[in-house]
Structure formats: structure tokens, C-alpha cells
RNA sequence: GCCCCGGUAGUGUAGUGGCCUAUCAUGGAGCCCUGUCGAGGCUCCGACGUGGAUUCAAAUUCCGCCCGGGGCGCCA
């Protein structure tokens, strides 16, 4: 209790949005009177775990030898061709929001950064209007080179993921649990399922897949892991290539080209990270961009540093809003984004 | 973008053609009560998204638009 109190400022009446009210208000009316829901104490804990997901991330990938770095977000081409990208008037000339930092990561890889991350907001424009989607979202990127396989890439994915949640559970652990009662931090060493196994233990629960997992197959399968491991992360590697094929960056198996070594990892049958080791022979990304239905010309940049050294590499790219909204199990991802920016919503 | 559902006081809701100058809760204003800490009682305040249409009569039916919710496709 404080000894004493001043009023500084009397606030009109009535307020936009009840701060203690009994009666709760939508997502949208919050929204739209951010300043004033965020006052609430559960609500501003949410920014609290994101934010100490953002500095034990940097913790970890600092100690791990990572250097952090800033890549531009208004840029010339896209990583996955011109779909998703928003555009916009550069001093006469067209260009766009990034909707990742993978060419500029790559070619880093190119220039004597062995190991670099970056957090930064991501751009898409996606018409995805999802409870799990945003146009501006903040991607974890990292990239390393010398990795040998996609096992060095995830190893570096798993350990940093376990060590954020275990961090987690430490300091914020009892208030998390007041919002997401299941929340457990894994020991570690994620569990790996290839994607052929997931289609039969899919197949298993009578659900059988054509193509590329779907929204349900990903959340009945992360029922299925955790009902039979009792686990909430998990891998899901070796994607069949044909079904990567705008991924034009993306390393085949060098034995097995019909699979990549790309990976997802998914967080309760949510998808929250992918990656894997990209594709660092000049001859051979020029032919799979082509089958992707890309210009190389309109990557002439990224292009140029295959030609004078290029490392093997491989990263990946992590939703941070993703990875909150599955720890606190927050019905929307946009409870995790101070000011979210979607398909209808451009303020506050 | 497609499918389904919805838009009633500051907030969350009840109300499917006349009984609605619209329910309840929360909130605000005020009075009362009370050794308290989102206590209780009473009074008051405050709303039918928008434009058309049907009808003697529309919050309630129909059409357009705007906005919102859920799902899907796609993905972080």
C-alpha cells in the first residue's frame, strides 16, 4: 500500500475500454485502445515473456559465437517470388518490403561472417487473415557457415530453444503457468520425425495426407506427439523436395535429391520455425530458381556472391510471435504484438 | 481470396415483425451502508453499424456497403 498518493492527471469519463473492469472487452475493442488494455497486469506480462524470449535468444546465439546483425527491409526482390511482398514508391522506383532477411543473411555467409542472427520485423503480405498470422511479424534469422548437415542447423535450434524456455521457467515460470497451466520447458534434445514418418503416424489417426501437411494434419499431429511422448516441440525434417520448390534456396540431400534437409519445428502442432541447409552451388541454385518460376536476373546481388567462395550454410528463421504465442497458448497472436498490423488493421 | 457466423448503452450481452420510449451485467454520476482491501443497497445516465427495400408496423425480414469473429488455403 503507498503511504501517500498525488493525482497528477484526472482521466476523462468513461474510459474507451475498462482497465478493472468484471466484464471482459474483444480483442478488437482492446486493440483499438491499446495504450489503455495495456495497462493490465496480464496483458502487459505477455511483453514481458516476449521480452525476456528476446534476450535469452540473444544470450545464447551471442555466447554461441553468433554476431548479431541488421539487413535491409526495403529491398529490390523477394526470397519467395513477388506474391507476399508489399510494395512501395522508392524514390520512383519500385521496391519492396523484406519478407526476410535470407538473401542478405546468405551473402553474409559470403563475406567472413561465419555465424550471424538477426531479429527483425518481416513483411508479408500475405492474404492470410488467421489468428496465427500478421503482415509484420519479428523474425529470428540465423545463419551459419561450415554446417555440414541440417542436424548441425537444428542442434544449434534446439539447445537455444531449450535454454529460452528453461530461462523462462525460471524467472516467469509460475506467472506463465497462470495463463498457460501446461506450460512445461523440454530437458532437450528435441525429438526428430521425418516427414514420411509423420504421414503414417498421420495415416495411423485415419488421416491421409496428398500433399504437404495441411492446418489440421499439423494439429492432429501435434496431438498424436503429445499423447504418445507427452512432448510439445518436435522437429519435423526431410521434406520432399517437390514440395519446397518456391523454397529455390534450399539444399537437396546430395544422395536423395527427391528430399531436402529442410526442417520445421513446430510447437503444439504450430508451425514456429523452418529452415535447413541452403543451396550454396552457383550452377545448381540457378537451376532450382528457375523451377521455381524466378528471374535470376532479379537477383543479380545475391547471385554474384556464389560465384567467389560461398561456404556450405544453412540457418533458419524463427516467428518470435509464434514461439510467445504457443508458451502463454494465446488464442490470437496478436495478444503478443504491442501494435499488430494485419490485413485490417493499420492503427493504433 | 473462399466458406460460415455476427454487428444493440463506454464495455460485454438479452431481445426473430407490433408486448421495446429495448434485458441483464459492467462502467460513470450521486446518495446510503460499512474497519477495509475488484464489499453491499438504492437512484439516475447511457445503445439498436450504414444506405435502400418490404410492411399499417422492423432491433427483429430482404439486398448492397462497411466493420468484426471463426475456419480454410498459405506460411513465421
Keep these: 500500500m503507498p503511504a501517500e498518493y498525488e493525482i497528477l492527471n484526472l482521466a476523462k469519463t468513461p474510459l474507451p475500454l475498462g482497465v478493472v473492469d468484471k466484464v471482459d472487452a474483444d480483442l478488437d475493442t482492446r486493440l483499438n485502445n491499446r495504450f489503455l488494455d495495456l495497462r493490465k497486469e496480464e496483458i502487459f506480462t505477455i511483453f514481458r515473456v516476449r521480452n525476456v524470449v528476446l534476450r535469452k535468444a540473444r544470450a545464447f546465439l551471442q555466447d554461441a559465437g553468433f554476431e548479431e546483425v541488421n539487413t535491409p527491409k526495403i529491398v529490390a526482390a523477394g526470397a519467395e517470388g513477388g506474391s507476399t511482398l508489399f510494395t512501395l514508391d522508392y524514390f520512383g522506383k519500385p521496391a519492396y518490403l523484406a519478407q526476410s532477411s535470407q538473401l542478405y543473411k546468405q551473402t553474409l555467409?559470403?563475406?567472413?561472417?561465419?555465424?550471424?542472427?538477426?531479429?527483425?520485423?518481416?513483411?508479408?503480405?500475405?492474404?492470410?487473415?488467421?489468428?496465427?498470422?500478421?503482415?509484420?511479424?519479428?523474425?529470428?534469422?540465423?545463419?551459419?557457415?561450415?554446417?555440414?548437415?541440417?542436424?548441425?542447423?537444428?542442434?544449434?535450434?534446439?539447445?537455444?530453444?531449450?535454454?529460452?524456455?528453461?530461462?523462462?521457467?525460471?524467472?516467469?515460470?509460475?506467472?506463465?503457468?497462470?495463463?498457460?497451466?501446461?506450460?512445461?520447458?523440454?530437458?532437450?534434445?528435441?525429438?526428430?520425425?521425418?516427414?514420411?514418418?509423420?504421414?503414417?503416424?498421420?495415416?495411423?489417426?485415419?488421416?491421409?495426407?496428398?500433399?504437404?501437411?495441411?492446418?489440421?494434419?499439423?494439429?492432429?499431429?501435434?496431438?498424436?506427439?503429445?499423447?504418445?511422448?507427452?512432448?510439445?516441440?518436435?522437429?519435423?525434417?526431410?521434406?520432399?523436395?517437390?514440395?519446397?520448390?518456391?523454397?529455390?534456396?534450399?539444399?537437396?540431400?546430395?544422395?536423395?535429391?527427391?528430399?531436402?534437409?529442410?526442417?520445421?519445428?513446430?510447437?503444439?502442432?504450430?508451425?514456429?520455425?523452418?529452415?535447413?541447409m541452403r543451396e550454396h552451388r552457383y550452377d545448381i541454385l540457378i537451376k532450382q530458381m528457375e523451377e521455381a518460376g524466378l528471374d535470376p536476373g532479379a537477383f543479380d546481388f545475391y547471385l554474384k556472391t556464389f560465384q567467389y567462395g560461398m561456404p556450405p550454410h544453412g540457418g533458419f528463421g524463427l516467428g518470435i510471435e509464434r514461439l510467445v504465442q504457443m508458451i502463454l497458448n494465446l488464442s490470437n497472436i496478436r495478444e503478443c504484438v504491442l501494435f499488430p498490423r494485419d490485413m485490417h488493421r493499420l492503427e493504433p
Design 109 to 276: 555467409m559470403a563475406s567472413g561472417f561465419d555465424r550471424v542472427f538477426e531479429i527483425a520485423p518481416a513483411f508479408r503480405a500475405e492474404e492470410s487473415d488467421t489468428v496465427r498470422h500478421i503482415a509484420e511479424f519479428t523474425s529470428l534469422d540465423v545463419e551459419m557457415s561450415f554446417a555440414n548437415s541440417s542436424e548441425d542447423v537444428m542442434n544449434v535450434l534446439d539447445a537455444m530453444i531449450c535454454q529460452i524456455l528453461a530461462s523462462l521457467d525460471a524467472e516467469m515460470g509460475d506467472e506463465i503457468r497462470e495463463m498457460n497451466p501446461d506450460f512445461k520447458a523440454p530437458e532437450g534434445n528435441l525429438r526428430k520425425i521425418t516427414f514420411a514418418e509423420a504421414k503414417e503416424m498421420l495415416a495411423g489417426a485415419g488421416k491421409n495426407l496428398e500433399g504437404d501437411l495441411d492446418t489440421e494434419a499439423e494439429k492432429v499431429l501435434g496431438q498424436i506427439i503429445k499423447e504418445k511422448f507427452d512432448e510439445d516441440i518436435y522437429f519435423i525434417t526431410d521434406f520432399p523436395s517437390e514440395l519446397k520448390l518456391g523454397t529455390f534456396y534450399a539444399r537437396r540431400v546430395d544422395d536423395n535429391p527427391e528430399l531436402t534437409g529442410y526442417f520445421d519445428m513446430d510447437y503444439r502442432g504450430q508451425e514456429i520455425v523452418s529452415g535447413g
